[in-house]
């Protein structure tokens, strides 16, 4: 996690691009050093971009031509694995919490979000790689208690050992693969092996893909993060 959390915007309203950009520019520990008006603008600059000036956040809104959020979150997942995405939208979430949950999406944040939720969401996101409120809690626990709603969330092939869920814990709790192997007394190889399998098994992309899966099948504690 760097000193400075560098946002990228990418929204197809204007007003909201300067709004945004406004919104953070008080905050000392956050910096918006990328916007977009559509998702192959973005996707462009990301791909001219040096190492060290990519973004750590992405900040997407859904509804946007030619290619909708949801377009551009896919390819990002596939190309950007570890870059961490905030939905923006004014649309109620419940008919796509799933479908964020499954695509790996940090936090979902209405466009109607008050000024603290915004940067409480970003500095959690950079801090712990999700993000959710109260609603989202409780729209989680919903989804815990429906079978069908779980298992349609992974593509889970094979349970999870008991070690690939101790594995599991201590990712969510950012641990790197070295602090991993000497909890569990395995070599940071090993831990790397583990996480790759994790990843197969469940049909994630990334680490926040893991730890939602944690949080949704009861692995590892909302009260945590």
Known sequence: MSSQIKIALIDDEQLILEG???????EKNISVSLTADNGPDFIQQLEQLQEQDFPDIA???VQMKPMNGFELVEILKEK?????IIILSSHYKTSILGYMVKLGVSAFLPKNSNKKT???AITMVDKNGVYFTAEDHQ???TYMNSSAKKN???DTEDELSEREKDVVKLICQEFTNNEIGEKLFISPRTVESHRQRILEKIGAKNTVGIVIYA???NI???EKI
């Not at 945004?20 to 008080?26: A, Q």
Request: charge should be negative; hydrophobic fraction near 55%; proline fraction near 3%.
């Open 80 to 84: 950007y694995p570890e870059l961490k």
């Open 20 to 26: 945004v950009k406004m919104l953070l520019s008080n």
């Open 59 to 61: 900040l997407v809104d």
């Open 152 to 154: 349609s969330l992974f």
């Open 139 to 141: 729209m989680l626990f």
């Open 118 to 120: 915004f940067i409480e």
């Open 215 to 217: 949080i949704v099948n």
């Open 220 to 222: 590892y504690s909302l």
